[in-house]
């Protein structure tokens, strides 16, 4: 593959992360009126864990490892202030 073929991959993949990416969010955006509901707190640390462990198995090349477990550690952060962004308002 040469560099544009490698780049229209990367528009692809962008593509299907940006959907998956609304679909999470539509997800975060569920559970945060439950929680507004229910009075809990937006942080939960054991399910946080569970992610985690749970995308460290699944997870293929370990050469990727730490870039994308930092990739989702910030996505669990934007998941974290947008929830707040909504119980503020
Ligand atoms: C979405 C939740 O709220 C927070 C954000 C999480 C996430 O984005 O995966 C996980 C746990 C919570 O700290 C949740 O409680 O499931």
Known sequence: ???EDYRNEIDRI??????LLE???RAV????????EAGLAILDKD???A???KLEKQLGDS???DSILRTFEDILKQSRQYQEA????
């Open 1 to 3: 593959m040469n560099l």
């Open 14 to 19: 962008d593509g299907e992360l940006l959907s």
């Open 23 to 25: 679909e999470r969010m």
């Open 29 to 36: 955006s569920g559970i945060v009126q439950i929680k507004k």
């Open 47 to 49: 399910r946080e864990k």
């Open 51 to 53: 992610v985690f462990e």
């Open 63 to 65: 050469d990727f490892k």
């Open 86 to 89: 909504k119980l503020e308002n």
